[in-house]
């Protein structure tokens, strides 16, 4: 395997599990030097800590914490930035949280809302931002994102997250605007449906699987890998014109 991404790094938001980890890895097998933040409870560390042990060859920092307290972020961050040295730079910034509410409406709150905004996209602003202000931004770095379906068709249980999923797109489109003076490019990845931790929680999820599958070209369901393949290409020097975009991942499951 070709090391093209020798002292790049990607700080990965939501890597320990899905399609966050499997971008990780594919990004680590090229080369790039990892900076992975998650969320997991105690019971859940170990399995995190086995499938991090997995990737090998780069430098690989973690961090168990809320990606929405700041004074953690800035902790990260200025370790990050030791780490990487003078002449580290992050050459992607991959926005994989998934911590959404699932009520159905009326009984969803307005702080069930917020919270879902919040985590699954301000803080892919507040990340950027801060990144970009400490001057850690290669001068050809790529922000990217995972969105859904959801973002633009309604999908009982799937109000909040989908209420957070156009936001995301939304604040993307803005930073492919108003942060490529700097020379990063903002782009979305509309994944298909894909058998991960986050679609087991969805009711009815298996039911949503069928139909998928039985609807797509391929006849078969996304995979962590296949969405893990166009992180990887859109880091590559030759996608440098993608701004802007949101780029469906999905075996083509979108056109009919």
């Known amino acids: 395997m070709v090391k093209e991404f020798d002292a790049y790094w990607a700080l990965v938001l939501g890597g320990s599990s899905g399609l966050g980890l499997a971008a990780a890895r594919k990004l680590a097998a090229h080369g790039m ?3 992975i933040v998650h969320r997991n409870t105690r019971v859940e560390l170990e399995a995190v800590q086995q499938a991090f042990a997995t990737i090998q060859g780069v ?8 990606v929405m307290n700041s004074e953690k972020r800035t902790e990260v961050l200025q370790q990050l930035q030791n780490a990487m040295g003078q002449q ?9 949280i998934a911590r959404g509410n699932l009520k159905t409406l009326p009984a969803l709150q307005g702080d069930d809302l917020n919270t879902t905004l919040q985590h699954m996209a301000v803080s892919l602003y507040d990340w950027s931002a801060e990144v970009l202000q400490r001057q850690l931004f ?14 633009y068709k309604a999908m009982p249980h799937y109000a909040a997250v989908s209420a957070a999923k156009a936001a995301l797109e939304a604040i993307t489109r803005s930073m492919a605007l108003e942060f490529a003076p700097y020379g990063i490019r903002a782009n979305c990845i509309r994944a298909g449906v894909t058998d991960t931790a986050s679609l087991q929680r969805i009711p009815g999820n298996q039911q949503l699987m069928a139909y998928s ?3 797509n070209p391929f006849q078969r369901l996304t995979t962590p890998e296949d969405v893990a393949n166009v992180v990887y290409l859109l880091c590559k020097e030759e996608a440098a014109w993608i701004n802007g975009a949101i780029i469906p991942v999905d075996g083509g499951a979108h056109i009919h």
Do not use: M, W
């Open 88 to 96: 580290g730079k992050v050459r992607c910034l991959l926005h994989s």
């Open 138 to 151: 290669a001068a050809d770095a790529r922000i990217l994102s995972f969105t859904s379906d959801g973002s």
């Open 59 to 66: 430098q690989l920092l973690s961090f168990n914490i809320d």
């Open 213 to 215: 599958q039985e609807r």
């Open 33 to 35: 030097h990892l900076c």
